[in-house]
């Protein structure tokens, strides 16, 4: 099965840009990658979901190399609204969510 | 996107009992899922529930132990069944508005504790 795989935990100023790569292996040739954010209490919430290159939204970009083996999940000057668990899913099981990233934005 | 409720938002409930869970969705959808999401944990997916049909089980979670209706486009429900302290959770139903693309929806969960 297809899997995806995220760093932990990391930690950012305010008004910083962050980064968080996922890994997509064995990903299909018609599977989307898709993020999503969850806050404490909260349903995950859909942020930006791409199938190659570059996507931009209000919230995010979203950076996928041409082999599509990975991703790029980028928050322009996070606030500290955006501490939260960040989840990448794209693979053949489309339903799978990994461990996911805490991000901590710090003031 | 689709506006999804639950209910109960929360419950506190003895080991032993039953609890039916209640998803609502403004929309009619396709594809509905509940997921499992235990204390500082990820989301695990239970099962995806079929509308008309017996719903589809992931490994490790079965009908009796979790039984799922789906009597039409709008709605679901899912019980947690002779309860013990381990399934003290979250549960959360979730929606497929574009089944080409999988983007998902998700409703505010119901926060389990078994006692």
């Known amino acids: 099965l297809a899997k995806t795989t995220q760093p932990i935990s990391m930690d950012s100023y305010e008004g910083q840009e962050v980064n968080i790569t996922c890994s997509h292996n064995?990903?299909?040739?018609?599977?989307?990658i898709t993020w999503y954010q969850q806050f404490p209490s909260q349903g995950p919430r859909f942020i930006i979901q791409?199938?190659?290159t570059k996507v931009t939204n209000e919230v995010a970009s979203l950076f996928i190399p041409a082999d599509r083996k990975s991703s790029t999940l980028s928050l322009p000057r996070v606030s500290l609204s955006d501490t939260a668990v960040y989840y990448c899913?794209?693979?053949?099981?489309?339903?799978?969510f990994g461990k996911g990233n805490q991000v901590v934005v710090i003031p | 996107s689709a506006v999804i409720s639950q209910k109960p938002s929360r419950d506190i409930c003895q080991r032993g009992t039953s609890l039916t869970i209640q998803c609502q969705v403004d929309?009619?959808?396709?594809?509905m899922f509940w997921y499992r999401q235990q204390p500082g944990q990820s989301l695990t997916l239970i099962a995806t529930?079929?509308?008309?049909?017996?719903?589809?089980?992931e490994s490790g979670f079965v009908i009796d132990k979790f039984p799922i209706s789906r009597p039409n486009l709008t709605f679901s429900t899912l019980t947690v069944s002779n309860m013990s302290p381990e399934d003290s959770s979250i549960y959360l139903c979730?929606?497929?508005?574009?089944?080409?693309?999988?983007?998902?929806?998700f409703g505010p969960g119901t926060r389990l504790t078994v006692t």
């Open positions: 929309s009619q959808v396709t594809m």
């Open positions: 064995n990903i299909a040739t018609n599977d989307y």
């Open positions: 529930a079929n509308q008309g049909s017996e719903a589809t089980y």
């Open positions: 979730s929606v497929l508005l574009l089944a080409e693309t999988y983007e998902q929806y």
């Open positions: 791409g199938y190659k």
């Open positions: 899913l794209g693979g053949i099981n489309r339903l799978a």
